[in-house]
């Protein structure tokens, strides 16, 4: 008698062990889906933030106004209400200086996110050429770039230059 209880009770272990492994892998399903998610969100994140710097590192004075723009396109908030202000006397600024930059991000990387933002630090260069004797110089950038979601699309909120 006491073999048919333990006889009997085997498949029961085995259901439940089995039971138990099932939700078990359906929890670890749904945090992978999450971790590629994030993953996903930040490659956005990071190509908005490469996106924004290459275009404010690009600048020519044949095309001053339109680069202008092109920074404010991937602009929001306080950035772009303070780069939207002072856009004219830059573009006045960079016609006058026959100013040519031409930017590229080296390497980015994601600090923090919180919410709707994302703090991201970039490595970028650029040459530049000028009328005060420039050509062809090369500058290092580090920024810190905060990266806003506005309108399904993350753009530039705050940049500072890193020393």
Known sequence: MIKVVKTAAVPLVLVAVAAIFAVLAVFQFAAHRAAEAARAEDAVILGAANSGVNAMLS???????????????????????????????????????KVVTQGQVV????????????????????TVTNAAGAANESRNWRLRVTMTEHEGTYKMSKVDFVA
Request: hydrophobic share 45%; charged share 25%.
């Open 59 to 97: 600048v020519r004075e044949s095309s001053a106004a339109e680069d202008v723009r092109n920074v404010l396109d991937h602009s929001t908030g306080a950035f772009a209400k303070d780069f939207e202000a002072r856009s004219s006397s830059f573009v006045s600024v960079v016609q006058a200086a």
């Open 107 to 126: 390497a980015a990387g994601i600090e923090s996110r919180d919410g709707d933002s994302a703090t991201v630090i970039v490595a970028a260069s650029s």
